[in-house]
């Protein structure tokens, strides 16, 4: 169960997150604030679905597979399995930083 829900929420989140960066990167420092604002909508609606399910799924996974013995139960004792958890707590951490960051911003 959590070993689909893990590979499942990685991929999800990195569906999200590459086109992501990808269009980030391309915005120079002259372009318009208009194609900039296209750029952050089209980043909020089109893949922050993919990032927000990704994230849940993948961070629900990596907080229960918190023991070597869960991890040989979920059969990810293996280095695929390795990446995936590391992957699993960047994304955590990721969130993490993104939650810390809005509740800054709205107390401000």
Same mark, same amino acid.
């Given at each position: 169960?959590?070993?689909? $829900?893990?590979?499942? @929420?990685?991929?999800?989140?990195?569906?999200?997150?590459?086109? #992501? *960066?990808? &269009? %980030?990167?391309?915005?120079?420092?002259?372009?318009?604030?208009?194609? #900039? =604002?296209?750029? @952050?909508?089209?980043?909020?609606?089109?893949?922050?679905?993919?990032?927000?399910? =990704?994230?849940?799924?993948?961070?629900? #996974? &990596? *907080? $229960?597979?918190?023991?070597?013995?869960?991890?040989?139960?979920?059969?990810?004792?293996?280095?695929? @399995?390795?990446?995936?958890?590391? %992957?699993?707590? %960047?994304?955590?951490?990721? &969130?993490?930083?993104?939650?810390?960051?809005?509740?800054? #911003? *709205? %107390? $401000?």
């Amino acid at each position: 169960m959590y070993k689909s $829900r893990l590979y499942s @929420g990685n991929i999800l989140f990195l569906l999200g997150a590459f086109p #992501a *960066l990808y &269009v %980030l990167y391309g915005i120079t420092f002259d372009e318009a604030a208009a194609q #900039a =604002g296209v750029v @952050g909508l089209f980043i909020f609606f089109a893949l922050g679905p993919f990032l927000a399910f =990704g994230s849940l799924l993948s961070v629900s #996974a &990596v *907080l $229960r597979l918190t023991n070597l013995k869960q991890i040989k139960a979920a059969k990810l004792h293996s280095p695929i @399995g390795t990446i995936s958890i590391a %992957l699993g707590w %960047l994304i955590a951490l990721l &969130v993490c930083m993104i939650l810390v960051g809005v509740a800054i #911003a *709205l %107390l $401000r």
